[in-house]
């Protein structure tokens, strides 16, 4: 009869799980998402992470530098309380690269025979961006009358009819696509899809919620991934409710 309930206690039980991951580069700042209960820890410098855990957890492991994988937390890894993890590194394949015969030796007229690819843009990875002219500096109201000059005359009309008010929303959405498409890139949507059952086809959507209702942009551009976890295990559950409802 003990022998039996040992199982049911392990599960009900939890505890924090020490794990290393083994990879012998670019050990530190992997993310590991606990699925199950949410919880979540990165990696030090030497690979180490501590995370609550209970068994039959499934906990995700997401760094730019390998690929994103599922583990579970068997009997016999709670029962030993470590865990260790070699991850699949990130492979980026190269275009094949042919060299040609004409190469004169002379590297300015070289460089200008080289055939370059378009700059990156919003239309590489599927969202809407500005495509004008370089920023235009906004200028501020004259504070007095009497001293405007022609620039500050053109200013002045910019902000009355609501030039400049546009100009900064246009800014406001620019910054936000952009920080959408860099946290795309950073976790990959697969990272989104298993640990936080996000639709890939949502997922802009999605990022787009957690930027105007969260410092998610703030700690992102800070390296403040634990803030950046935190903020996406929150979002998500309400926008997954939300989704839920709207097909019911």
Known sequence: ????????????????????????????????????????SITDAYGNFAITVKVNDTLVFSSVNYMPESLPVTPEIFEKGVMLVKLSEMVNELDEVVLGPNLSGNLLTDIKNIKT???FNFDDVGIPGFKG?????????????????????????????????KLRIQRKW??????????????????????????????YDFLLYCIETSSIQTDFNTQHYAGVLSVLEEKSVIYVERLSKKEE
């Open 1 to 40: 009869m003990s022998c039996l309930l040992l199982p049911l206690f392990m599960q009900a039980q939890t505890q924090v799980l020490q794990g290393k991951v083994t990879n012998e580069i670019e050990v530190e700042g992997i993310h590991i998402l606990n699925t199950s209960s949410r919880y979540n």
């Open 133 to 165: 002219e370089p920023e235009e500096k906004i200028v501020p109201i004259v504070p007095y009358l009497g001293l405007a000059t022609a620039v500050d005359l053109e200013a002045l009309y910019k902000h009355l009819s609501g030039y400049y008010k």
């Open 117 to 119: 690819e378009d700059e």
């Open 174 to 203: 620019d910054a936000q696509n952009s920080a959408v498409a860099h946290i795309i890139s950073y976790y990959g949507p697969d990272f989104f899809s298993e640990a936080f059952k996000i639709p890939e086809n949502r997922l």
